[in-house]
């Protein structure tokens, strides 16, 4: 026992020690969403309760109220130059705002049911959605006009989420199944089932979108390799974590 004892100090030594630092307060219903923006300058929260609340980062202190959702939101995605914020609603549309101002510039719409998830492009021009209606759009900012709907899941679509260069584009959903996309041409590249086909609550590209990180409903963390090329197979699970 004393030998394995300097080395669970060492684990526990490791383990980060967080502390409260503040807390914000304003919802009147559950928070969905908490995103910062790229800049670091503000903090957008979204709730049940149809809005979007705006802090400063760096104060806590509230800034600003968005309203104009007709039903709770979901999700929130900040434009990687921190001018724009959208957000996915229960009422079927994603809208656009201005971080300056907090201005609704459009409401895009064309989803068919809850739209659960979204994000912009690192080139600002393009927002990716999903929603319970099983498809994922791809909308021009500068237009709010929809430019493409790829179908290919057959349960809601759970996240969406845009690799480092803009070009791809990785999808998960309650089928199980995660699909990378080509961008500009809507065309799906590959489709990767995790054993025992799991539904898939999150999905996300690395920093390098050399991997995909994958969170399903049997409380595992999977990290794929999806460009994988050996043993006849086009993608691995490089790590499983469980707890």
Same mark, same amino acid.
């Given at each position: 026992m004393q030998g394995g004892a300097p080395a669970a100090a060492d684990n526990l030594a490791t383990v980060p020690r967080f502390k409260l630092h503040r807390t914000l307060e304003g919802h009147s219903k559950a928070i969905s969403s908490v995103k910062f923006s790229p800049n670091g300058r503000w903090l957008a929260s979204s709730s049940a309760d149809k809005t979007i609340r705006v802090w400063d980062?760096?104060?806590?202190?509230? &800034?600003? $109220? &968005? =309203?104009? @959702?007709? #039903?709770? !939101?979901? %999700?929130?995605?900040?434009? @990687? /130059?921190?001018?724009? &914020?959208?957000?996915?609603? /229960? %009422?079927?549309?994603?809208?656009?705002?201005?971080? =300056? /101002?907090?201005?609704?510039?459009? $409401? &895009?719409?064309? @989803?068919?049911?809850? *739209?659960?998830? *979204?994000?912009?492009?690192? #080139?600002?021009?393009?927002? *990716?959605?999903?929603?319970? /209606? =099983? $498809? !994922?759009?791809?909308? %021009? *900012?500068? $237009?709010? #006009?929809? !430019?493409?709907?790829?179908?290919? @899941?057959? %349960?809601?679509?759970?996240?969406v989420n845009f690799s480092k260069d803009g070009t791809l584009i990785v999808s998960s959903s309650y089928d199980g199944l995660i699909r990378i996309w080509d961008t500009a041409s809507g065309q799906c590249l590959k489709t990767m089932v995790g054993e025992n086909n799991p539904p898939v609550s999150f999905v996300k590209f690395s920093p390098n979108s050399r991997y995909i990180l994958a969170g399903t409903l049997d409380s595992n963390i999977r990290l794929w390799d999806y460009a994988y090329e050996g043993d006849n197979t086009k993608e691995r699970v490089v790590k499983t974590y469980t707890g």
């Open positions: 980062a760096r104060s806590g202190k509230w &800034l600003r $109220t &968005l =309203e104009g @959702h007709i #039903q709770g !939101i979901s %999700d929130l995605s900040w434009s @990687h /130059d921190s001018k724009y &914020l959208c957000s996915a609603s /229960d %009422d079927k549309t994603i809208k656009l705002w201005s971080s =300056e /101002d907090g201005e609704l510039l459009k $409401t &895009l719409i064309g @989803h068919s049911n809850y *739209v659960f998830c *979204v994000n912009f492009n690192p #080139q600002n021009n393009l927002i *990716v959605s999903g929603s319970f /209606d =099983e $498809t !994922i759009r791809l909308w %021009d *900012v500068k $237009t709010g #006009q929809c !430019i493409k709907t790829l179908p290919g @899941h057959s %349960d809601p679509v759970s996240a």
